[in-house]
């Protein structure tokens, strides 16, 4: 049985509105015809400061999608969530809280 992935690509967008620098990764899992399937990540950045919204597109087959987001506290970094989306559909998600208290919302 074949396993169908998004049937055209979707915006991703992390929406940074928390009072610290957050760290942001998005993969997504691709099918690859007689091999196992292949993550692929759209985007690690762990230097996003409140105010700004980083968007990737997730290509179009994409069987998953995986996030996680975290808040550096000025020592080291806190998980602020991980989730993941199947079927991959267009997704916004904002970051909020304080550097000891992050948050995300979908």
């Known amino acids: 049985m074949q396993r169908r992935g998004s049937d055209r690509p979707h915006l991703i967008c992390i929406e940074q509105q928390g009072a ?13 015809e007689g091999a196992p399937d292949a993550w692929l990540t ?9 105010g700004r919204q980083p968007c990737v597109t997730a290509p179009a087959g994409s069987l998953r999608l995986t996030v996680y987001l975290a808040a550096f506290t000025g020592f080291n ?7 993941e989306v199947a079927p991959v559909v267009a997704t916004k998600v904002t970051m909020r809280g304080t550097t000891f208290h992050p948050s995300c919302h979908r």
């Open 42 to 50: 759209l985007i690690s950045q762990d230097d996003v400061p409140v």
């Open 77 to 83: 970094w806190q998980d602020a969530c991980r989730f």
């Open 20 to 32: 610290y620098v957050a760290g942001v990764m998005v993969r997504v899992l691709l099918p690859i």
